[in-house]
Structures are given as structure tokens and as C-alpha cells.
């Protein structure tokens, strides 16, 4: 007669299940948030209808709508991308991190890859919300991109070449310093790229020492790549070599994030 097994251990989800049930969940948490609706969607849209409608910026030759948004339309989906792949994720994660989350759900069957494989789907799944919504506002403003098939392939390959590099980098501040000081460099460093980092007024209007800082930054690589992509021109190799650069450091970032 065998013993009857009163403990029964029940079996995990398959890693696939897990991972999608902690990207639904980051998901929720992100658009529950406050802080992170403002950024992903209410200032990015209103740089839209501020400067769209208005001369207040100078944007070089961009005088009637639809050329003012050819320039302003494809810096303000790069910014999107910045304010959620590094501003929000590393003010969420270093939160987390210090009230222990992580190092909680990094023991569970989840584990850390499934963990990192979460976040990373959450963050695309807000990005292509905040592209669909900005791009339909930025079109009834006046926007008339000419994209061709190839240019919206590369479009797509330099959000996702931007998102994994502006990652890295969160990730890598969250896991460095306290939950506050990363609040507080988070939001200086995408107020500072909003202003500096080629995104609302291109690199090329900048004086050149600028331009040649600016021309190292994955925001401004992002925005003058979308730029060219959505207007139907070949992105040149400079924001393709930059964002690479990048991708490749967020990439080890990620690798070497401290957990507690």
C-alpha cells in the first residue's frame, strides 16, 4: 500500500504563461500610474498641439503645419520611447528594487529572465499604444508622412534598437542607486534630452559643437532616423552606428543589473 502524498506540489506555468501573466501585470501597474501617463502620453502630446499650432519654436525652415510636424511628429514619438524604455522603467524598477520586489519574484519560478522578459514586453506594448495615439493626433494636426514599406521596417528597427539601449540604461541606474536618486536623475536626464537631445528641435539647427555632442545620443540618432524613414528617405548610416553603440551597452547593462 503506498503512502498518500498530502502536500501535493502543484507545477509551474509554462515559462511562456509566466512571463506573459508578469507583462499584463507591469502593464496594469504602468497605466495606473499617474506619473507615467503624464509622461508617456500627456506631455508628448501636448508638445504636439503646442508647437504644431503655434510659431513660439523655431523649427529652421518648418514654417506652414504639415512641414513644422515632418520635423516635430517623428521627435515626439522619440521622445515617447524615452519617457517609457528609460524614465519610467527605471523609476518603476528602483522602487521595486528597494521595497524588495525583485529580489521576491527573481526567487520564484518566474525567475529573473522571465522577469526582464515581462518588462521588456510591457514596455513594447505601451510604446506601439503611444506611437498608434501620438501618430493619429500628429496626422489631424497636419502631419502627412510618406513612408515606404522599407522606411517603416527601418522605422520599426530603430524603436526597437532605441528601446533595448534607453533600457540598458534605466536598468543600469535603477540597480546603482537609491530608489530616490534614481527619481530624481531619471526625470533630469529626460528634461535635459528634451530640451538638448535632438528631439523637438533637430540636431542640424543646433551651432556645431553642439551638433557633433548631439550626433552621440541614441534620442537625437532616433528622432533624425525616424525622420528620414517616415518622410520616404534612406536613413543614413549615422544613427544606425550610434544606436547600435548603444543597444550594444544596454545590452550589457541589462546583464549586469544588481537585483538587491
Do not use: C
Request: cysteine-free; proline content about 5%.
Amino acid at each position: 500500500m503506498t503512502d498518500l502524498d498530502l502536500h501535493p506540489r502543484p507545477a509551474a506555468a509554462p515559462w511562456r504563461q509566466r512571463v506573459l501573466a508578469q507583462a499584463v501585470l507591469e502593464l496594469g501597474m504602468t497605466l495606473r500610474n499617474g506619473e507615467q501617463l503624464l509622461l508617456t502620453l500627456v506631455i508628448p502630446a501636448g508638445l504636439l498641439v503646442a508647437f504644431g499650432r503655434t510659431q513660439f519654436l523655431d523649427l529652421g525652415t518648418a514654417t506652414d503645419p504639415a512641414a513644422r510636424m515632418a520635423v516635430l511628429a517623428p521627435g515626439v514619438l522619440a521622445l515617447a520611447v524615452l519617457s517609457t524604455a528609460f524614465t519610467g522603467l527605471a523609476i518603476q524598477t528602483g522602487f521595486e528594487r528597494r521595497y524588495g520586489v525583485l529580489k521576491r519574484l527573481g526567487a520564484t519560478p518566474l525567475g529573473r529572465d522571465g522577469l526582464l522578459a515581462g518588462k521588456a514586453g510591457a514596455v513594447f506594448v505601451v510604446e506601439v499604444g503611444q506611437i498608434v495615439l501620438l501618430s493619429a493626433l500628429a496626422v489631424a494636426l497636419g502631419w502627412r508622412p510618406h513612408p515606404h514599406v522599407s522606411g517603416l521596417a527601418a522605422a520599426a528597427a530603430l524603436v526597437v534598437l532605441a528601446t533595448v539601449a534607453l533600457a540598458g540604461m534605466g536598468l543600469l541606474l535603477a540597480g546603482t542607486v537609491r530608489a530616490e536618486a534614481t527619481l530624481a536623475v531619471a526625470n533630469l536626464v529626460y528634461l535635459v534630452l528634451l530640451v538638448g537631445g535632438g528631439l523637438i528641435v533637430p540636431s542640424t539647427d543646433w551651432p556645431s559643437g553642439v551638433t557633433a555632442l548631439q550626433s552621440l545620443l541614441p534620442t537625437a540618432a532616433l528622432a533624425d532616423g525616424l525622420r528620414a524613414a517616415l518622410e520616404g528617405s534612406p536613413v543614413g548610416a549615422g544613427p544606425w552606428l550610434v544606436l547600435g553603440a548603444w543597444t550594444a551597452a544596454g545590452g550589457w547593462a541589462i546583464r549586469v543589473f544588481r537585483w538587491e
